[in-house]
Nanobody, 118 residues
Framework: QVQLVESGGGLVQAGGSLRLSCAAAGSIFNIRTMGWYRQAPGKRRELVAILFSGGVTNYADSVKGRFTISADNAKNTVYLQMNNLKPEDTAVYYC????????????WGQGTQVTVSS
């Protein structure tokens, strides 16, 4: 049973930075994508950043130029570097990995709270 364990959330002032990490406990084969989603209170979960297996990345318009997704395959870890944080970035952040054999299927982390104060 593969688990995704997230860390790095917390409280930060506007303009500050945080780096989220998501480590896979166990191996996921045939990974298609790795991504970060977020869900603010009363809102739907939305895609923040995604990293395709070929190295292409895509970001939500609201975070372009401020957030960077990356991965360390040797450590089975995906990161989200968040700079110039804004109060509207406040949400629970979830990592996602799509892959597996047979598959693909979605694996989710437990979520980590990010709170940005003004």
């Amino acid at each position: 049973q593969v688990q995704l364990v997230e860390s790095g959330g917390g409280l930060v002032q506007a303009g500050g930075s945080l780096r989220l990490s998501c480590a896979a406990a166990g191996s996921i084969f045939n990974i298609r994508t790795m991504g970060w989603y977020r869900q603010a209170p009363g809102k739907r979960r939305e895609l923040v950043a995604i990293l395709f297996s070929g190295g292409v990345t895509n970001y939500a318009d609201s975070v372009k130029g401020r957030f960077t997704i990356s991965a360390d395959n040797a450590k089975n870890t995906v990161y989200l570097q968040m700079n110039n944080l804004k109060p509207e970035d406040t949400a629970v952040y979830y990592c996602n990995v799509r892959g597996g054999i047979p598959g693909p299927r979605d694996y989710w982390g437990q979520g980590t709270q990010v709170t940005v104060s003004s």
